[in-house]
Each structure stands twice: as C-alpha cells, then as structure tokens.
C-alpha cells in the first residue's frame, strides 16, 4: 500500500528516516537550549527550528497528501515534557457528527517530529486507526507511533489521538483499556522514559472552508489567540516560506482587526 492509500485508510502514516539521525541529534539540541522567550512561540517563529516546517521533505510529504498549495497559520509548537491530554481530536467539530467538518475529505494535516526513541519506550504518540472516519474517539485500533529518531508522523486532524503513550515491559498499552486505565492510576506500573521528550509538532492544510472554520475555531481559544499575538514572523521567515511555497496566514492581524465574538480557553462547538 502506497504512502497516500496508506494515509486515507488510516487517518496517519508514519515515513520513517524522513532526516537523519545527526539532523535529528541537533534538532534536539535546538529545541532543548531554546531561550525562555521562545519556548512558546511557533515554529516559524523560532530562527533556529523553522528549516524543520519548511523541509522540502516534510512538505513533500503534506504535498502528497493534501495537494500542491499549502498554507500555514501558525498552529505548530516545540512541546517539552507537556502533559497528556488523553484521547482527542484537533477539528472544531470534534464531537458533533453532523458538522461542516465531516463533510467530505479533511485536508488539515499535523505533523510530530519525536527527538527520541520510542520503539518499546513510553511517551510516544497513541493513535487508533480509521478514526479520522468517525466523530467517537473511542472507535480505531489502538496504535502506538514506534518511532526513532528520523522518523515523523503525520497525522488528519479529524484522527484520534493521544500524546505520552504508556508501555509496560516495552508493549504499549491502549490508555482507554481496563488496563491501560488501571496502570494510569498507578504510575509505578509503567515503564520509565529514557531521556527528555522533546517533539516539533506543525500543521498545513489546503485551502478551502476547512480550514476557514478551523481559523474561527483557532480565535475562539485563548491558546490559539495568544499564539498568534505571539507570533514573531520577521521578514526573512516570511521569505523563506514564500520560497518554499506555502502562504503564511497573519494570525496576528485576524485576531486584533477581526476576532471571534467569543473567547474560551477549553474546546467549544463553534456554531454553523
């Protein structure tokens, strides 16, 4: 099954050795030594990590999945050690079946470059397959991303997903199980990472209403319009993504001179 037939059955693929493992090792080190005033910026706004959102084969990839025009609006992250969020989904209409969302194909795609090993190892990325089909998180075989360094993920916004994946004696262990609920509670359980997590996560998607109703529900969340005042896009970032040919949405200037009527910090169904 080919790379794209791959991702469409799914929900996510994985293209392993997309850099290196000394491309990775310095990556690492970039997102590691990362100064205080930069750890909360996104990517293209980080002079030393955005090569990463602009790899031409990263976006080769994103090409091949979601079309040739691709467009960024500030949705990617350096993420140490954060916390689990559990089983989720990333679209606005998340939980409801019947929104504009689950209307054909969903050309929002993320993607989680992970440092470190996790190949039998603990706080990697749990997914469950054909997910991306289905407004339930709880339907999909569970998957656990078994990646090396090199290795990125790419990922439907529509799929379920959940970071810090547990493993016990190296097996994963699906965190909505019996099981997995149970060692939840007793952390003493689950086996111990080897090193600091550290994982470049960033999202492209094709132009069109899916991704105007995802902007909307970006401005409706106090994290998404923070990033965005946030945002240090400087001429020269600007340039390099226009070179690689991805349109730079100003996020800043969306939520100061056009914002959403309401602002939430948790997830809420945006109307339509």
């Known amino acids: 099954m080919n790379l794209v037939s791959s991702y469409n059955q799914d929900g996510f693929i994985i ?14 080190n970039s997102a590691l030594s990362l100064p205080q005033d930069q750890k909360h910026l996104d990517l293209l706004s980080i002079p030393t990590l955005s090569h990463v959102l602009l790899d031409k084969r990263v976006l080769g990839v994103f090409r091949e999945l979601i079309g040739e025009d691709l467009v960024y609006y500030g949705d990617s992250n350096v993420s140490i050690n954060a916390p689990s969020h559990g089983f989720h989904k990333d679209n606005p ?39 991306h089909l289905h407004a339930s998180i709880h339907k999909g075989k569970h998957v656990q991303a078994d990646t090396e360094p090199g290795d990125v993920v790419f990922w439907n916004a529509r799929t379920t997903h959940s970071g810090f994946g547990m493993t016990v004696l190296g097996r994963p262990v699906d965190p909505s199980s019996i099981a997995g609920r149970l060692i939840w509670k007793f ?10 997590r550290a994982v470049l996560f960033g999202t492209l998607a094709a132009p069109g209403s899916h991704l105007e109703r995802y902007i909307l529900s970006l401005k409706s969340r106090e994290y998404g319009v923070k990033q965005a005042l946030d945002s240090r896009h400087d001429p020269a970032a600007l340039k390099a993504a226009a070179a690689a040919g991805v349109s730079v949405r100003d996020m800043k200037l969306e939520v100061t001179e056009r914002p959403y009527h309401t602002v939430r910090a948790d997830h809420w169904q945006i109307p339509y």
């Open 15 to 28: 293209v392993r050795q997309l850099f290196t493992p000394e491309e990775v090792s310095d990556i690492r």
């Open 93 to 131: 209409d998340r939980n409801d079946p019947n929104g504009p969302d689950w209307i054909g194909d969903y050309p929002l795609v993320r993607f989680g470059l992970y440092t470190q090993s996790h190949k039998g190892l603990p706080e990697g990325l749990d997914l469950r397959q054909g997910s």
């Open 187 to 196: 952390p003493a359980l689950r086996d111990k990472p080897k090193v600091k």
